[in-house]
């Protein structure tokens, strides 16, 4: 991508992926500039959320951000917690922040998922007025789903490698099987 082609995608929005059903629906702070370029989630060449994914155990090979449209076959899902592109997360306010969150609950209402699971602690924090939540599932449900908070996949996060992230997604994976497992069978 060129600069222009990243400066002109400032703004835009990236189409969520959802269906009706999910057992996880994954929710980013906001796009990148690459992904709104791009139309895929978590597009950036740095961002590891789609080596996470893979590793953990969610998706039985590594995707690409121009295959996430497999997601919903998986069970899965992305969106965001505030819509707009931004070069970088910090360049959201709080209250674009808290703003997301309550359009989220509405959205995660609307879909239905099992989990909603928030990468990015701070921004959750911020957008559902939590401060002292924590990596791990979460006392609260949003939307009817239950929540847990992952590490933000971006490459700026470097204190979480891959490994370590796919051990915390692994964790909410584990969490899911056993909830699936408590489902009677139709």
Known sequence: MTPEELSAARDRVVPDVVAGG???L???INPSLMSAASGHHFAHPG???WPVLHRSGFTPRQLKPSEQDELP???LGITNVVARATARADELTPEELREGGRLLSARVEASGPSWLAV???TAYRTAFG????RIGPQ???IGGARVWALPNP???NAHWTVRSMADEYARLLAAVGSDDSRRPTP
């Open 47 to 49: 961002n590891r959320f």
């Open 130 to 133: 939590d401060r002292h939540a």
């Open 139 to 141: 006392e609260r449900t």
């Open 119 to 121: 990468v990015g602690v």
């Open 26 to 28: 994954f929710c980013g």
């Open 22 to 24: 999910l057992r996880v």
């Open 73 to 75: 076959g998986y069970g």
């Open 154 to 156: 971006s490459g700026l």
